[in-house]
């Protein structure tokens, strides 16, 4: 097997501050009281590890800074429950709501009324189209994370010719459609490796795995697959298990749950490319009472990714994601 070292060299290092956008956000248009220590997170799936990691590293920091934090997340990653739940926060009045949007222009009216309201938005993870309206955002380079994974995956197939599949999870979804895109320009300079049409899998890991079984079947050349997220890679194992192709066909997954961790130790992924999510919710709510003291905040944050393979997963313990706090 060759060496990941370009790969990983690539994605080492995890600079949260560093890798800002430069600009300065304002400090939103509604009149916010400074002294309002109320927070609400709104996280876009619960129980998913990713979030879980956020969540708790946002309810510790909120705690030592003297702050309530209410947290919540609709049952599936989807834009109608999550605008129910960003509803009721916004009539509790909380002065910020810290928020992953489930849908990059769905999700604007709704979080433009919390800011005429005097509700300090941050973003986190995923973001609006709209960008008038957070104060801030907070995200992984998902774009380069999505070249990571093609670098990795192209050193793991080597010279081997064959089709290479990408899971993204739902349309409209700003960091998943940014890994895909990514991926899909970075594999495009491997001449060996054929990309296959982009599949959307509403973010169910039952649905990648039926995606990547009827792959297998219409294409015996498959020799990679990238799953966008957790549930894509979770589901996009299972199917390769089942098949009695883990390890034949790469798999190159994004994040580090539990049982990602898990799949990887085991052989039935080869890669994953990780985020560092509890920086992220950390930050995000050191943000959002800067916000609501009327400081100036860094507009966008980007963090870079990490490339974990069995080669370094015991060094790499950082960044595996929390299952609960």
Known sequence: MRTHKTALALGAALLLAGCGSGQIGDTGSGQTDPNNKNLALITGMRGEPFYVSIECAAQQEASAQGYQLNSQAPEKFEQAEQSQILGGIVSTKPGAVIIAPTDDKALAAPLQQAKSNGIQVVEVDTALEDRS????????DNYAGG???????????????????????KAGTSTTDARAKGFEEEIAKHPNLKLLPTQYTENE???AAQIVSATLAANPDLVGVFGTNLNTGEGAATALFNAGK????????????????????????????????????QEGVKRAIAAIKGQPVERETKTEMIAITK???????????????
């Open 147 to 169: 070249r990571l994974a093609a670098q990795t995956l192209a050193q793991l197939v080597g010279d081997k010719p064959g089709s290479v599949l990408a899971l993204n999870t």
């Open 205 to 207: 890991a039952a649905t």
């Open 133 to 140: 309206i957070s104060v801030t955002s907070l995200s992984s």
């Open 246 to 281: 883990s390890g034949q066909v790469q798999l190159v997954g994004f994040d580090a749950s539990p049982k990602q961790v898990d799949d990887l130790r085991n052989g039935r992924v080869q890669a994953l490319i990780a985020q560092d999510p509890g920086k992220i919710g």
């Open 311 to 325: 080669d370094n997963i015991d060094q790499q313990a950082q960044y595996f994601y929390k299952a609960h706090c």
